[in-house]
């Protein structure tokens, strides 16, 4: 029993328009779902993912309009590393990203930048048999596309605490405080770096909680194991396009261990995903109230099309 690496990422945005017009124009990313956060039904759920809006490249955002800037520290998870092919990937995306205004560093052999919140990001050439996770984007060849997520870096001051909870979910220690959870198709990895001294501030460009990949069938035995680790998880949660357990590991990063399914075509098509306001059952008798409060959002990648 194995998790599947990354199953997605969710951070904080307080402009969902800015958010959509970087990850979906810029980036290249689809925007393969706008629904709404299901714990607090007034604001956006925004997913932004590959093609297919697959598990292992889906970055996604709550918005809090005009909330301040948050701040990374022990506890959060701080940067997002995703994979590309090569380095002439990594060169486009240095002009790319300079020609919209971000600044980028070379750095370990990847280009580190962050989102205009200050999301920090990392593009590395990684080399896996993993499928690459690419969305279509005309300005973005796709030999040079994002291809998923490789990893998340956290701040911890004492990593060695959450040892026995990685090991009882089956991740592998790489040594230097990384650790590798993959199963039989797709694997994702987990870094523990030195906290800085100010102290963790939720807000826009800040990550909220990683989750990781796990088979439907095998969803309740990885809560069985988080307990016999000391960890507190939540029940499972039915999310509609999955389902979720929440957690805790010791360091302070909220986990969540998301099923690899039904997946975000169970009630949009694949070639419509991502156009309008979709709301899972339980919350489509809320529509009338709450989409006239959500400002609308245009997707650069339909205006294009049209």
């Not at 090991?167 to 030195?194: I, M």
């Not at 499972?236 to 302070?252: C, L, M, T």
């Not at 949009?268 to 489509?284: A, N, T, W, Y």
């Amino acid at each position: 029993m194995k998790l599947e690496g990354i199953h997605h990422i969710t951070a904080i945005t307080a402009d969902a328009q800015s958010n959509v017009d970087f990850y979906a124009g810029t980036m290249g990313l689809r925007l393969v779902k706008k629904t709404v956060n299901q714990d607090n039904p007034t604001v956006y759920h925004l997913f932004f993912a590959d093609e297919k809006g697959s598990a292992g490249s889906d970055l996604t955002f709550f918005e809090f309009p005009g909330v301040p800037p948050g701040r990374a520290g022990a506890g959060d998870v701080h940067r997002i590393v995703w994979r590309v092919a090569s380095v002439a990937a990594l060169d486009f995306w240095e002009e790319r990203l300079a020609a919209n205004g971000i600044e980028t560093e070379r750095a370990g052999g990847g280009l580190r930048f962050a989102d205009p919140e200050g999301l920090a990001h990392e593009l590395a050439v990684v080399e896996v048999a993993d499928e690459p996770l690419i969305a279509d984007h005309p300005e973005v060849p796709a030999d040079h596309a994002l291809r998923g997520f490789h990893a998340v870096c956290a701040y911890s001051g004492a990593p060695d605490a959450s040892h026995s909870l990685l090991e009882a979910l089956e991740f592998e220690s790489l040594g230097e405080e990384t650790w590798e959870a993959r199963g039989a198709n797709r694997g994702g990895l987990y870094v523990y770096e030195q906290p800085p001294e100010e102290r963790s501030l939720q807000g826009a460009g800040s990550v909220h909680h990683v989750a990781w990949a796990s088979t439907l069938d095998e969803h309740e035995q990885w809560r069985d194991r988080a307990i016999s680790a000391g960890a507190n998880p939540t029940p499972v949660i039915d999310r509609f396009y999955f389902r979720s357990i929440y957690f805790r590991e010791p360091s302070g990063v909220l986990f969540e261990i998301a099923t690899l399914g039904p997946g975000f075509t169970v009630d949009e098509p694949l070639e419509h995903l991502g156009e309008k306001l979709s709301l899972p059952p339980d919350f489509e008798h809320m529509r009338a109230e709450v989409e006239p409060n959500l400002r609308p959002v245009v997707n650069p990648r339909t205006v294009s099309a049209g």
